[in-house]
Nanobody, 123 residues
């Protein structure tokens, strides 16, 4: 399994970014994929999860109503649309595959991870 994230950049507060995660070799039966982030000096933080079929999204309270998780029709791509970005959204963003069959905000419930893409929000 390989996950490749891209789309991170530096933006000003209030700006938008779309992160992408390309998925190779996803094992059959894995239905939940998530985004996490980690700021310097802080622990990894849950952001959002998607149930791949039918594409339902679940969000942390800190990003709900600003971020949207989605996927393409072929389901090899998972996206994170981030709007109204704030400085506290700064961090390395990781795509991950859950090995549990429910929406989980726990890192330990995810066993495949990408290398991350950096998002910086500052003026």
């Amino acid at each position: 399994v390989q996950l490749v994230e891209f789309g991170g950049d530096s933006v000003e507060p209030g700006g938008s970014l779309r992160l992408s995660c390309e998925v190779f070799g996803l094992p059959a039966g894995r239905r939940f994929m998530s985004w996490f982030r980690q700021a310097p000096g802080k622990s990894r933080e849950y952001v959002a999860t998607i149930l791949r079929d039918p594409g339902w999204g679940y969000y942390s309270a800190s990003v709900r109503d600003r971020f949207t998780i989605s996927q393409d029709n072929a389901k090899r791509m998972v996206y994170l649309q981030m709007d109204n970005l704030k400085p506290e959204d700064t961090g390395m963003y990781y795509c991950a595959v859950a090995h549990v069959d429910y929406s989980s905000s726990q890192s330990a419930d995810h066993d495949y991870w990408g290398q991350g893409t950096q998002v910086t929000v500052s003026s």
